[in-house]
C-alpha cells in the first residue's frame, strides 16, 4: 500500500526555524517532492530528493533517508508569506501527494 | 508567461450538464498530468499523458471522466453529467522527461468547478 503521514497544522513565528516532517511508505521508490500551496492556488515546486542527505536552497532545506522512509523541509528565517501548506510528495511509478501541513506564522 | 494554462478559472454548473476543460502545457514538456483537489487534501492523481498517448488512469475516475490529448500539445478533460460531488479544484500539471528538471511537475493555476 500507499501512506504519506504528515501533520496536518503546524504555527511558528515570523523570523524563527520550523521543520515539517513527513514519513511515507510507498511501492517502489524515486525520489520525494516538496511543494507549497497558498490557499486557493497551485502548488508550486520546492525541491526534489532523490538521494539520502540534506538539499539546501536558500531558506528551504530538505532532507531525506530512504532506509527510515522519511523526509523533513526546514524553513528558516520565517516570513509571514511562507503562511501555506506544505505537500510531501513521494514518486514511485507516479507522484503521491500527501494532505499536506498547513503553516501558520504568527508575528 | 510560459508556465502551465488552465481555462476556464472558474466553472459553475447545475448538476447532469457537462463541462470540459483545457490545459496548456509548458511548450516543451511532454508529460502531462490532470488533478483532482478538494479542501484539504492534496491533489489527487486522475490521469496522465506522454504526448499523446494516455498512459494511466486512476481506477477512482468514473466513466464519466474523459481527457484527450489529440496533438500532444493541449489536452482537455470533460466530466459528463456532473454530480455536486465533482465540484473540486481541477489541477493540470506538465513535465519533461530530460534535462535536469525532467519529472518535476510544474502546476497551472487550476479550473475550480462548482456543481450546483
Known amino acids: 500500500g500507499q501512506n504519506i503521514d504528515q501533520p496536518t497544522e503546524m504555527t511558528a513565528t515570523e523570523g524563527a526555524i520550523v521543520q515539517i516532517n513527513c514519513t511515507y511508505q510507498?511501492?517502489?521508490?524515486?525520489?520525494l517532492f516538496w511543494y507549497q500551496q497558498h490557499a486557493g492556488e497551485a502548488p508550486t515546486f520546492l525541491s526534489y530528493?532523490?538521494?539520502?542527505g540534506l538539499e539546501e536552497k536558500g531558506r528551504f532545506s530538505s532532507f531525506l533517508s530512504r532506509s527510515k522512509g522519511y523526509s523533513y523541509l526546514l524553513l528558516k528565517e520565517l516570513q509571514m508569506k511562507d503562511s501555506a501548506s506544505y505537500l510531501c510528495?513521494?514518486?514511485?511509478?507516479?507522484?503521491?501527494f500527501g494532505s499536506g501541513t498547513r503553516l501558520s506564522i504568527r508575528p | 508567461d510560459t508556465g502551465v494554462s488552465q481555462d476556464p478559472r472558474h466553472k459553475i454548473t447545475k448538476r447532469g450538464q457537462n463541462v470540459t476543460f483545457r490545459c496548456d502545457p509548458i511548450?516543451?514538456?511532454?508529460?502531462l498530468y490532470w488533478y483532482r483537489q478538494t479542501l484539504g487534501q492534496g491533489p489527487e492523481f486522475l490521469t496522465y499523458?506522454?504526448?499523446?498517448?494516455?498512459?494511466?488512469k486512476s481506477r477512482l475516475l468514473s466513466d464519466r471522466f474523459s481527457a484527450e490529448r489529440p496533438k500532444g500539445s493541449f489536452s482537455t478533460l470533460e466530466i459528463q453529467r456532473t454530480e455536486q460531488g465533482d465540484s473540486a479544484m481541477y489541477l493540470c500539471?506538465?513535465?519533461?522527461?530530460?534535462?535536469?528538471?525532467?519529472?518535476?511537475?510544474?502546476f497551472g493555476p487550476g479550473t475550480r468547478l462548482t456543481v450546483l
Open positions: 500539471a506538465s513535465s519533461t522527461d530530460r534535462g535536469y528538471t525532467r519529472d518535476t511537475q510544474y
Open positions: 510507498t511501492s517502489g521508490f524515486n525520489g
Open positions: 511548450s516543451e514538456h511532454n508529460r
Open positions: 530528493n532523490v538521494l539520502d
Open positions: 499523458f506522454q504526448n499523446e498517448a494516455q498512459l494511466e
Open positions: 510528495a513521494p514518486r514511485a511509478s507516479k507522484i503521491i
